[in-house]
């Protein structure tokens, strides 16, 4: 594998993370990621959906209009979603009730359209493949570390298992429900990405 | 009566963006001038007020078990419910089109400084998320679904003016530099969503 193929998959988990730079794809990324189990799911369900629509697209590229490119890329996409819906249903039925809309809403996930037109429709497929594989992951990533914080200050559990020990709260330690609400995602965003961004001093904005 | 209770609750207590994440994107990336936020929020609204009914139509004439039942007894117990999500955001994408064209035509500056915004608008997740929620939601009438959609993209539009109100403020302000830009958005959005969770202890 060239170098350059490889960078394709390596740099959007960090440098150039869809979620922290380019900013796209946070609807679900917050909603989700009240406890970590969800927040996984749907990290990988992502993943598969963008692998499969960049592979799809791109081997599919050279035959696309370009005026109706935005409908066919939807097609694709939605028919991927619910695939992925299904065998939500069908393998973990308790999770795909907890992301009830969300699944659905990976069709609108600004990320995958994203890939597809800035990647996808000019690329050989293996490289595709690996850039949605890429962002995916990246995606995955920060969905994780929001899902971890607000997991385990928000209800002391990680994963559904009691992590805070029963002494903390005798001594006094109360979770913290602001944790649960939609605004505490925002601004563990807004601090994942001033962290982010003080590592990577070309991101900043003057 | 009902009808104006529905449209409180879909503008205010279940908010798109500050207790669903929907259109995130959108939101932060286009809330940097009033006059470009103002008429965005202005073709969401539009958009989600024409696209929830249509799909409330589709949904119960066409997906839902049972509901070709109109066409032949025959059908009953057909289910075509697992097309949905194709055919939603086929509506959504078709009519955005539409909505694109229209605008070109009428404003062009308007066009013009709204981009890429403009097509993006079918992948705005508000309006999916809306088509979804009212899938869920079971509404007896078209005219419910219709003040669930314009409430919705009511909401969005009150959202991201006052976001863009702010941002243009902020401006003047000495902020961090690594701060600067999405991550303070983020960050303002989350305290203005704590402000609006006032609005969740309002029993309709």
Redesign the interface.
């Known amino acids: 594998m060239g170098n350059k193929t490889f960078q394709s998959l390596t740099n959007p988990l960090a440098k150039n993370n869809p979620v922290l730079v380019q900013i796209l794809g946070i609807c679900s990324a917050l909603a989700v990621t009240t406890q970590l189990k969800p927040a996984l799911v749907m990290g990988l369900s992502v993943t598969a959906v963008c692998a499969f629509s960049n592979l799809v697209l791109s081997l599919l590229r050279n035959g696309i209009p370009d005026r109706i490119r935005i409908i066919v890329q939807l097609v694709v996409i939605a028919a991927l979603v619910t695939v992925v819906n299904d065998v939500l249903k069908a393998y973990v039925y308790d999770v795909s009730k907890q992301l009830s809309v969300y699944v659905g809403l990976i069709i609108t996930n600004c990320i995958i359209m994203g890939r597809v037109e800035a990647f996808a429709l000019s690329n050989k497929p293996l490289p595709s493949l690996l850039d949605g594989i890429g962002n995916g992951l990246g995606y995955g990533a920060v969905l994780v570390i929001i899902g971890f914080v607000r997991e385990l200050f928000g209800s002391g559990t990680l994963f559904g298992y009691q992590i805070i020990p029963e002494s903390f709260y005798e001594a006094g330690y109360v979770n913290n429900g602001l944790m649960l609400f939609p605004p505490s995602a925002l601004i563990i965003v807004g601090i994942i990405i001033w962290v982010h961004r003080t590592h990577n001093k070309d991101l900043q904005e003057k | 009566m009902e009808l104006l209770k529905l449209f409180i609750q879909s503008t205010f207590i279940d908010n798109m963006v500050?207790?669903?994440?929907?259109?995130?994107?959108s939101y932060?990336?286009v809330s940097k001038s009033v006059k470009t936020a103002n008429g965005l929020g202005l073709a969401v609204t539009f958009v989600m007020l024409m696209t929830v009914p249509l799909n409330y139509l589709l949904e119960n004439y066409v997906l839902k078990k049972g509901a070709l039942a109109w066409v032949s007894p025959e059908f009953a117990s057909v289910d075509l419910s697992?097309?949905s999500?194709?055919l939603f955001?086929?509506v959504i994408?078709?009519f955005v089109?539409l909505l694109e064209m229209v605008i070109e035509k009428f404003s062009p500056s308007l066009y013009n400084s709204l981009g890429i915004f403009l097509?993006?608008i079918?992948?705005?997740?508000a309006?999916?998320?809306g088509a979804?929620?009212m899938q869920?939601r079971n509404f007896a009438t078209v005219g419910e679904a219709a003040v669930f959609g314009f409430g919705s993209g009511f909401g969005w539009w009150i959202a991201i003016l006052v976001m863009a109100a702010i941002r243009e403020r902020l401006s003047y302000s000495n902020i961090?530099?690594?701060?600067?830009?999405?991550?303070?958005?983020?960050?303002i959005?989350?305290?203005l969503?704590?402000a609006f969770?006032i609005f969740s202890g309002f029993q309709m």
């Open positions: 500050f207790s669903f994440f929907f259109g995130m994107c932060i990336a697992f097309l999500f194709i955001i086929a994408a078709a089109q097509p993006l079918a992948v705005n997740c309006i999916m998320g979804l929620f869920q961090p530099v690594g701060l600067r830009g999405p991550g303070i958005a983020f960050i959005t989350g305290l969503g704590m969770m």
